[in-house]
């Protein structure tokens, strides 16, 4: 069907559907070089998320070819009476239905049908950055790198998410504490704002805008390219877990080995994360396939007795020629730890496989039937200071001894995070992310149903705010504006809205996080 036809088509679904009166001739002015798309399966598509918990249908999903397009349809909405909404999607790996939208389109930014003008991710090998489409999944960026000896420096666990959906959140793994979140690595972007307007941002050019859309949680525009920092790639990376039985140690040696951020490259560890086993059972998880399913590790035999184990994982890149030291670097690091001395498992693989590790587990869940399910995610920022009674009222206390995924828990250093961006941290220099990544299964196990895990998440936070924890939750979910205000805090809610105010004052984008009341109620 011709764009034209499809976009009268929208509009009375629209007039229809919702009710609204827009003027047409707004939107059938509207040429794009993409496909905009009424299809049922590409409306059912952007209509779910991983979280399986929210359902949204748009009136249409637009197939973008260039940012051009994605600058006519938003300047489109923005130009009409009564308020269209606007919602990129990634690669739709949001909880809470953040990417969707029921009175407006949805530009599926990673979904590569239509022509794509953008190409691929181009790199600069002298200036060691990388030029990639906002749609674009990291995996691909990487590949592209990698062709040139070259490698992004910061990373998430699991590369199928797109660029502009990373960097509308933080983008956090193991090497956080060293390089900072990925919003911390970019050089440049551009964005299509909430007026329609592409302009290309940096901290020298639209500062403002810049630092609006890192972390900004799609608030303020649609970044259709990023200019990311690289680093020589690593080829190989040695790949290290050890095990504790007390919390205290177990934190300490993390923050010491983050403390080492400033050191020579041979003298701190390239990756510093870490989990919690409440489990009796294998310690294996379905993040990685780290332990050999033949020989499987059992928490037993470390003389718990039922309780909570915590397991330390770091990595130490290195290349094929400096192999020789490598022993002799991880075994000077490992020395000052004082995690149970028979519980080091160590293997040794590729770069890419190292990065690409939690794909393997998808896929092994995927056949199983596993992978769509509901996934009732519950992820905190945990000051420092309050982390052991954190230990102590969670993990051993209201998780119990089941927790239907894995947990995981390590610390990162402020100083390493950007201020003037829109994430919100705890106030201390060293904070944990608690990753609470359950999987809800319709087993006939109660603790296993959706409803236990949300209350259980509900019951987590109720603890933290009769404790004191001053937590922040990442890539947060609220559903009132009170709720956002006291996430921001009164200081950076200020910033937050005159930011909204200054690049989306129709409120027309990324309605899906519930932080602004759209024009058309309906939205949400
Ligand atoms: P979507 O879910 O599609 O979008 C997320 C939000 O960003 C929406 O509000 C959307 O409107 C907006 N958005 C999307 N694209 C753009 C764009 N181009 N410009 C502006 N706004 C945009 N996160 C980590 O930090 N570290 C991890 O290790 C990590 N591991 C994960 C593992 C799995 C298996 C999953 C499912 C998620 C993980 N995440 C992790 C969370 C992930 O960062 C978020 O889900 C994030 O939203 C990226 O997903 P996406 O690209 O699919 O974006």
Redesign the pocket.
């Known amino acids: 069907m011709a764009p034209k036809l499809l976009l009268t088509f929208v509009i009375y679904r629209l007039i229809s559907t919702v009710g609204l009166t827009l003027d047409p001739t707004d939107l059938l002015r509207l040429e794009v070089d993409g496909h905009l798309s009424v299809d049922p399966s590409d409306v059912k598509t952007a209509s779910v998320?991983?979280g399986m918990m929210n359902r949204a249908e748009p009136l249409a999903v637009l197939h973008p070819s260039s940012a051009e397009d994605v600058a006519r349809l938003v300047g489109a909405a923005y130009g009409s009476a009564h308020g269209l909404s606007v919602?990129?999607?990634?690669?739709?790996?949001?909880?809470n239905g953040?990417?969707q939208t029921s009175s407006g389109v949805v530009i599926e930014?990673?979904a590569s049908k239509g022509v794509r003008q953008w190409g691929l991710p181009r790199v600069s090998e002298q200036s060691r950055y990388v030029d990639a489409w906002?749609?674009e999944l990291w995996i691909d960026v990487l590949k592209t790198t990698l062709e040139h000896g070259l490698a992004p420096k910061s990373?998430?666990?699991?590369l199928?998410?797109?660029?502009?959906?990373?960097?509308?959140?933080?983008?956090?793994?193991g090497q956080a504490f060293n390089h900072g979140?990925?919003i911390s690595n970019v050089y440049e972007l551009d964005?299509v704002t909430g007026k329609g307007e592409l302009l290309t941002c940096s901290e020298e050019q639209n500062s403002e805008l810049f630092h609006a859309?890192l972390g900004?949680?799609?608030q303020f525009?649609?970044?259709?390219r990023a200019r990311i920092g690289l680093e020589p790639a690593p080829q190989r990376v040695r790949w290290i877990r050890v095990l504790y039985s007390n919390f205290s140690t177990f934190t300490k040696d993390q923050e010491y080995l983050i403390s080492l951020h400033g050191q020579p490259p041979n003298q701190k560890f390239d990756y510093v994360e870490g989990f919690v086993i409440v489990d009796e059972g294998l310690i294996n998880n379905w993040r990685s396939s780290f332990f050999s399913p033949r020989n499987p590790v059992k928490i037993s035999s470390f003389g718990t007795n039922g309780g909570v184990l915590y397991c330390l994982e770091i990595t130490k890149n290195y290349h094929e020629s400096t192999a020789d030291t490598i022993d002799q670097d991880v075994e000077a690091l490992l020395k000052r730890l004082d995690f149970i001395p028979s519980s080091v498992f160590t293997t040794d693989l590729p770069y890419v496989d190292f990065l690409d590790r939690?794909h393997k587990a998808?896929l092994k869940l995927r056949s199983k039937g596993l992978w769509d399910v509901p996934?009732p995610w519950l992820n905190l920022f945990v000051p420092r200071s309050r982390i052991a009674d954190f230990d102590e009222g969670v993990f051993k206390g209201i998780l119990g001894n089941k927790t239907s995924g894995p947990i995981l828990i390590y610390p990162m250093n402020k100083n390493k995070w950007d201020d003037r961006t829109s994430v919100v941290t705890p106030e201390e220099d060293v904070f944990y992310l608690v990753a609470l990544?359950r999987s809800a299964l319709d087993s006939g196990d109660e603790a296993q149903s959706l409803e236990y895990l949300s209350n259980q998440n509900r019951q987590i936070l109720r603890f933290c705010d009769d404790a004191g924890i001053k937590v922040k939750q990442?890539?947060p979910h609220y559903t009132t504006q009170e709720d956002w205000v006291d996430h921001f805090g009164d200081d950076k809610w200020t910033l937050f809205s005159k930011r909204k105010m200054d690049f989306d004052p129709r409120r027309i984008?990324?309605t899906?996080?519930r932080i602004f009341k759209p024009m058309a109620a309906s939205a949400w």
């Open positions: 998320d991983f919602s990129a999607r990634g690669h739709g790996h949001s909880i953040q990417a930014m990673s906002g749609g990373w998430t666990d699991y199928y998410l797109s660029v502009g959906g990373t960097l509308s959140n933080a983008g956090i793994s979140p990925q964005v859309v900004g949680l799609g525009g649609i970044i259709t939690v998808e996934h990544l990442y890539l984008l990324a899906g996080q």
